[in-house]
């Protein structure tokens, strides 16, 4: 069985986006892929400053991931939390021995997050080795992330090289370099104000929300001014793009509503309506499931403990290996 690794960070509620780009990936892996997927909360330590706000965002992050469907329960699928494997930390440290510092300068992620007034430290600038150390932790062969991740998959196969490159033989190499997969219809999900769907936008639609004000977000979606009665451009439109990232790019109901756009006598009113109504349709079973799942930690803190105990054992012989490597 191949091996997929991928995390999200614990800075807030999850929306369309983490679950188009990334989560629907998890869950179709997961038929036949070992699974790492862990809930990134030392890299939201970035951002977030509450510990108790912290606390909750982590335990949120379990739970959406089963709810969304994700199934600890398959003997190969591991879920858990990034500070339950402080192996990923000592990993990282290796790896920054290796990186070049302007490797850093050019990472766009810091740029983007201090442009929006997230603090300029040197977590946040080292941020890409924390999350090749995370990669590399588990020797992947697969990374599904959205679009935006993927200057960090780069880096990470980079640093990879480098290592390997400094400190083992070409036919013995300590790291393999893993791929990494986006899915193209929802590589970079827009929020409902058109740029790209973020929790530092407050731009997002959480299908969790309770039904009133998620169809009020899902009404605030921008559209331009042309008439009811004429043609319209799906491709152009945000209410569509969502639409089909989540109904699916092959669904009829997706060919079927790019066809009344094209037609004309479609409002965006009542393409926003059918919007409302395929999240709720898409998402009912994850949201009930959700509700169960809050009255019953005990299995989440489960899971977590079964997760961090499969990704700490591998992370630990792949962090010995590359400890010997470097002569420690
Ligand atoms: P994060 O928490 O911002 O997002 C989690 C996942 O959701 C995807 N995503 C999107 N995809 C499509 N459209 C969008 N609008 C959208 N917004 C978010 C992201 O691409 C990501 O796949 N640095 C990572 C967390 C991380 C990680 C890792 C990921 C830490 N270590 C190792 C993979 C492997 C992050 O901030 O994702």
Redesign the pocket.
Known sequence: MKRV?????P?GQL????F????QQFVELQADHEMFI?I?SY?ALTSVRDPEVLRQNITQVATDYIAFGLDPDLPHVNLYR?QDVPEVTELAWLLACVCPKHMMDKAT?FKDKTAKGLSASIGLYT?PV??AA??LSVDPDL???????VQ??EI?RDLAQKFNHNFASEDNPVFRLPDYR??EA??????IDGQ????SYDNTIDPFMDEKPLRKRIMKIVSDATPLEDPKDPDNDTTFQIFR?IAGEHDPRTADLATRYRAGGLGYGHAKQELFELVLDTFGPARQRRAELMNDPGYINKVLADGADKARAKARSVLDKARHAVGL
């Open positions: 690794l991928s995390g999200i960070q800075s929306h369309l986006g983490n188009s780009g990334a989560i862990f990134a890299h990034q992620s941020y924390l999350q995370d990669i990374v599904p992330v959205g679009k935006d991740q960090h998959c990470t986006v899915r929802a590589a970079l999900l827009p929020g790209k769907m973020s929790k990232a």
